[in-house]
Nanobody
Framework: QMQLVESGGGLVEPGNSLRLSCAASGFTLDQLVIGWFRRAPGKEREGVACAGGGVLKVEDAWKGRFSVSKDIAKNTVYLQIDSLEPDDTAAYYC????????????????????WGQGTQITVSS
C-alpha cells in the first residue's frame, strides 16, 4: 500500500532554512513521480518541485531558495528551503503518481494519485 509521510516543518524565524522530507513506502522512487506542493492561507495548492522521470526539478517561480533532492536508499525526496520568508508560511505536501516511464516530471496537483498528510511551516519573528 502506498504511503507518503512528510516531516520537517515547524515554526522558524525569517532567514532560516528547513529541509522537508517525504518518505515513500509501497513503491520505490524509480516507480514514482513525487511532487512537492504548498498551500498558503487563502490560496490554492501550488506545485513547487518534483522528482521523477530521471529529473529533479524546481518550478521557475520557486527557483533560487528552493531545491529538491532524493535519497534512493531511504526512498525519500527532500525539499530544501533557504532564507525562509513570512510568505513561505504554508502547509507543504508531497504527492505521488506512478511513473509511466517517460522523461521529466510536472508538479501538478491533479496528476497526483497519492498524498501525504502535510507538514506546516510557519515563518515568523
Amino acid at each position: 500500500q502506498m504511503q507518503l509521510v512528510e516531516s520537517g516543518g515547524g515554526l522558524v524565524e525569517p532567514g532560516n532554512s528547513l529541509r522537508l522530507s517525504c518518505a515513500a513506502s509501497g513503491f520505490t522512487l524509480d516507480q514514482l513521480v513525487i511532487g512537492w506542493f504548498r498551500r498558503a492561507p487563502g490560496k490554492e495548492r501550488e506545485g513547487v518541485a518534483c522528482a521523477g522521470g530521471g529529473v529533479l526539478k524546481v518550478e521557475d517561480a520557486w527557483k533560487g531558495r528552493f531545491s529538491v533532492s532524493k535519497d534512493i536508499a531511504k526512498n525519500t525526496v527532500y525539499l530544501q528551503i533557504d532564507s525562509l520568508e513570512p510568505d513561505d508560511t504554508a502547509a507543504y505536501y508531497c504527492g505521488a503518481s506512478l511513473s509511466r516511464g517517460g522523461f521529466g516530471c510536472y508538479p501538478i496537483p491533479s496528476m497526483m494519485r497519492f498524498w501525504g498528510q502535510g507538514t506546516q511551516i510557519t515563518v515568523s519573528s
